[in-house]
Protein backbone atom coordinates (compact mmCIF):
# COMPACT_ATOMS: atom_id res chain seq x y z
CA UNK A 1 0.00 0.00 0.00
CA UNK A 2 2.78 2.46 0.87
CA UNK A 3 4.40 1.81 -2.63
CA UNK A 4 1.25 2.84 -4.25
CA UNK A 5 1.02 6.04 -2.41
CA UNK A 6 4.42 7.10 -1.78
CA UNK A 7 3.26 10.84 -2.21
CA UNK A 8 0.89 10.70 0.67
CA UNK A 9 4.03 8.13 2.71
CA UNK A 10 6.36 11.70 2.54
CA UNK A 11 3.72 14.38 3.58
CA UNK A 12 2.54 12.35 6.63
CA UNK A 13 6.05 11.57 7.18
CA UNK A 14 6.95 14.92 7.12
CA UNK A 15 4.21 16.30 9.01
CA UNK A 16 4.89 14.25 12.05
CA UNK A 17 8.57 14.80 11.35
CA UNK A 18 8.17 18.52 11.62
CA UNK A 19 6.88 18.40 15.08
CA UNK A 20 8.81 15.49 16.56
CA UNK A 21 11.49 18.05 17.99
CA UNK A 22 8.81 20.03 19.80
CA UNK A 23 7.16 20.36 23.14
CA UNK A 24 3.61 18.80 21.46
CA UNK A 25 4.61 16.73 18.83
CA UNK A 26 1.96 15.75 16.33
CA UNK A 27 1.66 11.81 15.49
CA UNK A 28 -1.76 12.75 14.03
CA UNK A 29 -0.72 12.49 10.46
CA UNK A 30 1.80 9.57 10.40
CA UNK A 31 -0.80 7.67 12.19
CA UNK A 32 -3.81 8.41 10.50
CA UNK A 33 -1.65 7.40 7.42
CA UNK A 34 -0.84 4.40 8.48
CA UNK A 35 -4.39 3.45 9.60
CA UNK A 36 -5.71 4.24 6.02
CA UNK A 37 -3.26 1.91 4.93
CA UNK A 38 -3.98 -0.90 6.79
CA UNK A 39 -8.16 -0.35 6.05
CA UNK A 40 -7.19 -0.70 2.11
CA UNK A 41 -5.51 -3.24 2.91
CA UNK A 42 -8.10 -4.80 4.63
CA UNK A 43 -10.49 -4.18 2.20
CA UNK A 44 -8.79 -5.85 -1.00
CA UNK A 45 -8.04 -8.62 1.32
CA UNK A 46 -11.27 -8.96 1.88
CA UNK A 47 -13.03 -8.79 -1.51
CA UNK A 48 -10.33 -11.53 -3.16
CA UNK A 49 -11.77 -13.47 -0.21
CA UNK A 50 -15.31 -12.71 -1.18
CA UNK A 51 -14.11 -13.64 -4.90
CA UNK A 52 -12.32 -17.17 -3.89
CA UNK A 53 -15.25 -18.24 -1.97
CA UNK A 54 -17.62 -17.42 -4.97
CA UNK A 55 -14.93 -19.23 -7.65
CA UNK A 56 -13.96 -22.54 -5.11
CA UNK A 57 -18.21 -22.67 -4.44
CA UNK A 58 -18.21 -23.26 -8.04
CA UNK A 59 -15.61 -26.03 -8.49
CA UNK A 60 -15.90 -29.67 -7.96
CA UNK A 61 -15.27 -30.93 -4.24
CA UNK A 62 -11.97 -32.80 -5.33
CA UNK A 63 -10.71 -29.67 -7.06
CA UNK A 64 -11.59 -27.71 -3.54
CA UNK A 65 -9.56 -30.64 -1.92
CA UNK A 66 -6.32 -30.28 -4.21
CA UNK A 67 -6.25 -26.35 -4.24
CA UNK A 68 -6.50 -26.72 0.22
CA UNK A 69 -3.66 -29.72 0.03
CA UNK A 70 -1.26 -26.83 -2.46
CA UNK A 71 -2.07 -24.04 -0.17
CA UNK A 72 -1.08 -25.85 2.48
CA UNK A 73 1.97 -27.68 1.16
CA UNK A 74 3.30 -25.40 -1.45
CA UNK A 75 3.36 -28.15 -4.68
CA UNK A 76 1.88 -30.86 -5.47
CA UNK A 77 2.10 -34.10 -7.45
CA UNK A 78 -0.03 -36.45 -8.94
CA UNK A 79 0.64 -39.14 -6.80
CA UNK A 80 0.61 -37.02 -3.85
CA UNK A 81 -3.14 -36.43 -4.08
CA UNK A 82 -4.05 -39.65 -4.86
CA UNK A 83 -2.46 -40.92 -1.65
CA UNK A 84 -3.87 -37.75 0.13
CA UNK A 85 -7.47 -38.31 -1.13
CA UNK A 86 -7.52 -41.93 -1.63
CA UNK A 87 -9.01 -41.18 -5.10
CA UNK A 88 -8.47 -42.75 -8.99
CA UNK A 89 -5.49 -41.63 -10.14
CA UNK A 90 -7.24 -40.55 -13.58
CA UNK A 91 -9.66 -38.88 -11.61
CA UNK A 92 -7.09 -37.28 -9.77
CA UNK A 93 -5.06 -36.67 -13.38
CA UNK A 94 -8.01 -34.69 -15.11
CA UNK A 95 -8.64 -32.40 -12.34
CA UNK A 96 -5.22 -30.91 -12.17
CA UNK A 97 -6.00 -30.64 -15.60
CA UNK A 98 -8.53 -28.61 -15.37
CA UNK A 99 -7.42 -26.60 -12.73
CA UNK A 100 -4.68 -25.71 -14.69
CA UNK A 101 -6.43 -25.01 -17.65
CA UNK A 102 -8.51 -22.74 -15.61
CA UNK A 103 -5.50 -21.00 -13.95
CA UNK A 104 -5.53 -22.18 -10.47
CA UNK A 105 -2.15 -23.91 -10.42
CA UNK A 106 0.90 -23.58 -12.66
CA UNK A 107 2.94 -26.36 -13.98
CA UNK A 108 6.66 -27.25 -13.19
CA UNK A 109 8.20 -29.80 -15.10
CA UNK A 110 6.97 -32.67 -17.35
CA UNK A 111 6.80 -36.60 -17.12
CA UNK A 112 7.20 -38.40 -13.65
CA UNK A 113 8.91 -35.25 -12.23
CA UNK A 114 5.55 -32.87 -12.90
CA UNK A 115 4.39 -30.83 -10.01
CA UNK A 116 1.94 -27.87 -9.47
CA UNK A 117 1.97 -24.74 -7.20
CA UNK A 118 -1.03 -22.26 -6.64
CA UNK A 119 -0.63 -19.74 -9.97
Known amino acids: ?27 QPWIMYVLKSL ?3 KQILENKITRERIILGDLPILSVKI ?18 TDTNRHTVKDQ ?3 LHRNGFLEKHGAGRGTWYSLA
Open 1 to 27: MIEKSKEGYSLALRQTQSTIRTDSPNW
Open 39 to 41: DEQ
Open 67 to 84: LEITREHGRITVSNIVKT
Open 96 to 98: IKS
